[in-house]
C-alpha cells in the first residue's frame, strides 16, 4: 500500500508563493493518541517510516510525517486518513498550510548543505539574500537565467549553484556539469559551458553532482531545470526575471 508517492502541487503559483507568509503553530498530542495512530498505520504499510504526530490546523484531524517529508491528515483512531494538501481560506487568499510547512523543511535541508559543494557566483558589494539554484549546463532557460547573474549580483543577490543534469547520472549531460565542478576555476568553467564554449570533459573522483541529484529529487521534488530555492524553502520552477526574484526576496 503506497499512502503518498510525492505531495501534491499548490492550486497556483500564488498559492505557492504566499503559504510561508502566515505561520502554523504545531501542537503536540498525548502520546498514547499518538501511539495509537502511529500503530494503526504502522499495521497496514510496516515499510513505511513514521514521524512526528501533532494536531492539524483542521480540528480533529492529526498530522502525521511519513517517509521524511510527506504528511497524512489522520482520524484520532488512526482508521481512516486524507493524503493531499490541506488550505486554509482567509478573507485576503488561500493559504496552502502544507506547502508551507514543506517550504520550511525544503529551508532547513537547504541551509545544511555545503557552501563548498556550491557553485557560488556572490556580489561585489554587500550580500542582500540569495537563492539556490539547480542547474543543467543544455537548458536553454538555464542560459538565460545565468545571462541574468551580473544583474542578481548587482542587485545584492548571491546565486549558488547546485547541479542537477536532466538526463540523470550515465549521461553526457552529467560529464559536463560534472566538469564544471572539478574544475580549477568552476564559475568560468559553469560559463563556458552554458555559453556552449569547447571545454574538454574531465570528470573528478568525489565530485558532489551526484549527491546534488539526489538532493534535488528526494528532498526538493525538483521536476526540471532551472529550479530556484528561495531562502525560505519557497521553490519557483523555471526562469524568473530579475526584477521579480528581488521583490520577492524583499530587495
Not at 536532466?166 to 553526457?172: I, Q
Not at 521579480?244 to 524583499?250: E, R
Given at each position: ?11 497556483a ?6 503559504a510561508?507568509?502566515?505561520?502554523q ?8 493518541v ?6 494503526k498505520?504502522?499495521?497496514?504499510n510496516p515499510?513505511?517510516s ?8 483542521m480540528?480533529?484531524?492529526y498530522?502525521?510525517?511519513i ?19 490541506l ?15 514543506r517550504?520550511?523543511?525544503?529551508a ?6 555545503s ?12 550580500t ?12 536553454g ?11 542578481l ?12 543534469p ?6 553526457v549531460g552529467?560529464?559536463?556539469v ?7 576555476d ?9 555559453n ?10 568525489d565530485?558532489p ?5 539526489k ?22 520552477p523555471?526562469?524568473v526575471?530579475?526584477?521579480?526574484l ?6
Amino acid at each position: 500500500m503506497n499512502f503518498l508517492a510525492k505531495p501534491l502541487k499548490p492550486l497556483a503559483a500564488l498559492v505557492a508563493t504566499t503559504a510561508l507568509l502566515l505561520g502554523q503553530s504545531a501542537v503536540a498530542v498525548d502520546d498514547n493518541v499518538a501511539k495509537q495512530i502511529k500503530a494503526k498505520l504502522a499495521a497496514s504499510n510496516p515499510s513505511a517510516s513514521f514521524g512526528e504526530v501533532r494536531e492539524s490546523a483542521m480540528p480533529g484531524l492529526y498530522e502525521v510525517d511519513i517517509n521524511g517529508g510527506n504528511v497524512l491528515f489522520v482520524s484520532k483512531d488512526g482508521g481512516h486518513f486524507i493524503a493531499g494538501d490541506l488550505f486554509e481560506v482567509t478573507p485576503q487568499r488561500v493559504v496552502n498550510l502544507s506547502e508551507q510547512r514543506r517550504g520550511k523543511s525544503r529551508a532547513k535541508v537547504m541551509d545544511s548543505q555545503s557552501l563548498d559543494d556550491m557553485i557560488v557566483f556572490s556580489p561585489k558589494g554587500e550580500t542582500k539574500a540569495h537563492i539556490y539554484v539547480f542547474t543543467d549546463v543544455d537548458c536553454g532557460y538555464c542560459r538565460k537565467l545565468h545571462d541574468d547573474v551580473p544583474e542578481l549580483n548587482r542587485r545584492g543577490i548571491e546565486v549558488r549553484y547546485l547541479a542537477f543534469p536532466r538526463a540523470g547520472l550515465n549521461s553526457v549531460g552529467y560529464r559536463k556539469v560534472a566538469t564544471a565542478w572539478c574544475a580549477d576555476d568552476p564559475n568560468k568553467t559553469l560559463t563556458d559551458l552554458k555559453n556552449r564554449k569547447n571545454v574538454p570533459l574531465k570528470v573528478c573522483r568525489d565530485n558532489p553532482v551526484a549527491a546534488q541529484y539526489k538532493l534535488g529529487n528526494e528532498s526538493i521534488d525538483v521536476r526540471g531545470t532551472p529550479t530556484i530555492v528561495m531562502e525560505d524553502g519557497t521553490v519557483v520552477p523555471g526562469y524568473v526575471p530579475p526584477e521579480t526574484l528581488a521583490k520577492a526576496l524583499g530587495i
